[in-house]
């Protein structure tokens, strides 16, 4: 079974910056695709982003243009780097990778 463990969450005022780590275990993580959810309070959890084994990568429509992911097969980690962020942007955010969840991470943005 795959562990994914999220860190980097916090508190930011809105226009503010973030990078989430999902560090994951196992052996096949260089041909892993690796997603972000997220949920926010009274909502439903949704797509954010997602980067395939091959590094191509997807994005909601909400958070295109602000938001990159990437990975680093070395250390088996996924980053989400989060730029002009938004108070609609407060949520728990969750690595994934197949069926697999993180515990999640919180982001609260507010002034």
């Known amino acids: 079974q795959v562990q994914l463990v999220e860190s980097g969450g916090g508190l930011v005022q809105p226009g503010g910056s973030l990078t989430l780590s999902c560090a994951a275990s196992g052996r096949t993580f260089s041909m892993s695709t690796i997603n972000w959810y997220r949920q926010a309070p009274g909502k439903e959890r949704e797509f954010v982003a997602r980067i395939h084994w091959s590094s191509t990568t997807y994005y909601a429509n909400s958070v295109k243009g602000r938001f990159t992911i990437s990975r680093d097969n070395v250390k088996n980690t996924v980053y989400l780097q989060m730029n002009s962020l938004k108070v609609e942007d407060t949520a728990i955010y969750y690595c994934?990778?197949?069926?697999?969840w993180g515990q999640g991470t919180q982001v609260t943005v507010s002034s």
């Open positions: 994934v990778r197949d069926t697999d």
